[in-house]
C-alpha cells in the first residue's frame, strides 16, 4: 500500500463518555468510521474498548471538565489534529430544593453543564470556522423547556444550553459548521442516582434507553439538524411545554422530582 491509499479517519470527541448517553454517542461514531477522542471524570476504559471493537482509534483524557484545567486537558491532548465533530455530552444533575443544597453542588452543575461546555466549543468551533467545516452536537434537554422544581439549577442550565445551541448555529449559518442540540427526556442511565433522585418518580418511572437517544442524535447531526427531540412521547411533551403556562410546568414538574414523590400515588 503506498501513502496515496491510505484513508485517514475523522475524529470524534466526545465529551461525558464514560457511560450513558456518551458511551452510546461514542459507540455510534465508532461505527460510522470515526476516530476517537473521550473525555470524562470517570473511567472510561470500558467505552474505549467497545469502540475500540467497531474499528476505532481512542484516546482517553480522564478530566473534570468543570474546571479550566480539565478542557485545557482536552484540548492539549488533541495536539493540533483536526476535529471533525465535537460532541459536547459532559453534564449531570442534582436534586433536592434548591436552598437546601450545597452551593459546591450547585456551582459544579454550572461549572460542568455550561462554563465547561461552552470552554470546550468555542475552543474547538474556532478551528472548524477558520477551516470552515464541523459538526457539533450539543446535548440539552427537555428540562430546559420548562420550570424545574426541585431541580431548579439544572433544569436552568439546560435552558441556557438549549437556547445557545440555537443562537451559535444562527451564528454559524453561513459556514459549513453545524450546530445540533440534542435534547433528550427521562433517559435510563446513571443520571438519576448521581443527582440523588432516586426516591423521586422521575428516577423510578420506566425511561428511554440511552442507545435509542444517542441514535437520534448521532443521525440528526450528520443530517445537519438544528434540533432532535428523541422520542416521540418527548416530542409531545415538548410542544406541550410552549403552551403550557410557566407556573403550571412547574407544579407538574414538582410532582415527578419531589423528594419521596416515587411513593405517592
Known sequence: MNSNDIVTRPLAVVTGASSGIGRELALECARHGYDLLLAADRPLEDTAAACGAEGASVQLVNADLATMAGVDAVHEALAGRRVDALLANAGHGLGHAFLDQDFKGVRHVIDTNITGTLDLI??????????????????????????????????????????????????????????????????????????????????????????????????????????????????????????????????????????????KS
Open 122 to 263: 468555542q475552543r474547538v468551533g474556532r478551528e472548524m470556522r477558520d477551516r470552515n467545516a464541523g459538526k457539533i452536537l450539543i446535548t440539552g434537554s427537555i428540562a430546559g423547556l420548562m420550570p424545574g422544581a426541585f431541580q431548579a439549577v439544572y433544569n436552568g442550565t439546560k435552558a441556557f444550553i438549549d437556547s445557545f445551541a440555537y443562537a451559535l448555529r444562527n451564528e454559524l449559518k453561513d459556514t459549513h459548521v453545524s450546530v445540533t442540540v440534542l435534547m433528550p427526556g427521562p433517559t435510563d442511565t446513571e443520571f438519576f442516582r448521581r443527582a440523588d433522585l432516586t426516591d423521586t418518580k422521575v428516577g423510578t418511572d420506566e425511561k428511554q434507553p440511552p442507545v435509542e437517544v444517542a441514535k437520534a442524535g448521532y443521525e440528526a447531526m450528520e443530517d445537519g439538524e438544528g434540533s432532535v427531540v428523541a422520542g416521540w412521547k418527548n416530542k409531545i411533551q415538548a410542544v406541550l411545554a410552549n403552551v403550557t403556562p410557566a407556573e403550571m410546568l412547574a407544579e407538574q414538574h414538582r410532582k415527578i422530582t419531589e423528594p419521596g414523590s416515587a411513593n
